[in-house]
Structures are given as C-alpha cells and as structure tokens.
C-alpha cells in the first residue's frame, strides 16, 4: 500500500498535508520534549471521522523523509480518540522490496513489545502542553481490523472487501486499482 510520509522519524517537527496548495505545511513544533518514535504520515483516498485521512505509523531504523511515498505492509492499528473524535492509527512497517527487516513482520505480534511500548507512550503525551488538545489512546489491534478500518474509510466507494487486497498506485497518482497482498 502506497502511504505519504508527513513527520520523519526523531522529529518534533508535526507537517501537515494542505490539499489546496498540495504540500506539506509545519503545523506546529511538539510543545513538549517528545519526539515521533516512527515515521509518520496518511493512506491516500481515505477519510477518517476526524476530517482527515487515516493515519499511519511506519516503524523503521530509518528516518523517512517528509513528502515522500512509499510502499508499506499493514499488520495492525491502535484504537485512538482526540479532540476531533476517532483517530484510528494504522501500523505499518515498509514493504519487503524496500527493507528487507520487514520480511519476518506480519501482523501486531511480530512487533517488538518494546516497539508498541514507544508508540503508546508517545500518543498518550505527544500533545501534552498544547491547550484545549487531548487524547485516550486505546487498545492495538490486528491487521485484520486495520484494513476493514480502511475499507471502512476509504473514499472509493465501489471498492469490494480489502481483506486479501490493498489499494496500489497505478504511477499516475490515482489510487483505484488493486494488487494481492503480498504475505511472504
């Protein structure tokens, strides 16, 4: 699944995508002493309750940079909810083709429980210091959800269930066509 990457990796800088101007806007500087433990971004075509595309968390050994797309494997989510209401954020890590260390992770359980450890600590006090700003960060959950989350959320309507599929970029920028999803 193609993903955007708006926030690298040990980064306090928080980019946001602007669609009218199509491209990344700092938002704001972590008003506390934290720093993104992954990199960072949004699954294109999707519209999340919050106004905004479904996020996503890419774990690597790699700062990503910022603006970029790249190929990842879904293997699960955590259950979040701000300001704005439900604010799923999906898990990933980068495609095999890419990092070959992805190759033995799969789905949640294969994710280093120091690994989830980081990303709860991290959403549970990342707006910490910002005034009328919360969250509750709930419980993570398996591959299998996230991508009925993203089906769920997805703005292409005619898509069929994405249990064996994931949306793929056609190299025009248009994400409507489907590829199998790839468990080796």
Do not use: W
Not at 54 to 79: A, E, M, Q, R, W
Not at 84 to 113: F, M, W, Y
Not at 154 to 169: F, G, M, R, Y
């Amino acid at each position: 699944m193609k993903v955007i990457i708006e926030v690298a990796k040990n980064s306090n800088l928080k980019y946001e995508y602007d669609k009218k101007n199509k491209c990344l806007v700092l938002d704001r500087i972590l008003h506390n002493t934290n720093f993104f433990p992954y990199n960072y971004g949004f699954i294109p075509n999707t519209l999340s309750p919050d106004g905004d595309p479904v996020d996503i968390i890419v774990l690597s050994d790699y700062s990503l940079t910022p603006g970029i797309t790249c190929d990842v494997k879904i293997v699960g989510g955590i259950n979040t909810m701000d300001e704005a209401g439900q604010d799923d954020k999906i898990i990933s890590v980068l495609s095999e083709k890419i990092d070959t260390h992805s190759k033995d992770i799969n789905g949640i359980k294969d994710v280093r429980k120091s690994s989830l450890d980081s990303i709860r600590y991290f959403l549970e006090h990342y707006k910490d210091n910002e005034k009328d700003k919360h969250i509750v960060v709930k419980e993570f959950y398996d591959k299998d959800k996230a991508l009925d989350i993203i089906h769920k959320y997805s703005t292409i309507k005619h898509i069929p269930q994405l249990h064996n599929k994931i949306l793929t970029d056609d190299n025009q920028g248009r994400y409507s066509a489907f590829r199998e999803l790839n468990y080796e």
